[in-house]
């Protein structure tokens, strides 16, 4: 099992920025993707960004491209997302994803293997 922590979250004006962070802890890969999905009142779950073992390979979904950025420290187990310029869209509930080897453009919520509790992000008016 893995166990995934996330902090970060938060309400702030649109135009502003959080940093979303996310501990892994229990069982670990040889090499392990990790990444963000969020999901709004109403809506599905949906892909935010991706980032690889080795941080070499880093994927976004379009609406946040420029304004988010994901990393990792990997002596850490940690993941973070950095979102700036934020708008009123973004509000929704955002999880801390990892599976086992690489993340590649046509994966998805199925293709997620651990979760993390959620924490809420608000961009208010």
């Known amino acids: 099992q893995v166990q995934l922590v996330e902090s970060g979250g938060g309400l702030v004006q649109a135009g502003g920025s959080l940093r979303l962070s996310c501990a892994a802890s229990?069982?670990?890969?040889?090499?392990?993707?990790m990444g963000w999905f969020r999901q709004a009142p109403g809506k599905e779950r949906e892909f935010v960004a991706a980032i690889n073992w080795s941080g070499g390979r880093t994927y976004y979904t379009d609406s946040v491209k420029g304004r988010f950025t994901i990393s990792r420290d990997n002596a850490k187990n940690t993941v973070y997302l950095q979102m700036n310029s934020l708008k009123p869209e973004d509000t929704a509930v955002y999880y801390c994803?990892?599976?086992?080897?690489?993340?590649?453009?046509?994966?998805?919520?199925?293709?997620?293997?651990?979760w993390g509790q959620g924490t809420q992000v608000t961009v208010s008016s």
């Open positions: 229990g069982r670990t890969f040889s090499s392990y993707a």
């Open positions: 994803a990892v599976r086992g080897g690489n993340w590649y453009p046509s994966m998805g919520v199925r293709d997620v293997e651990y």
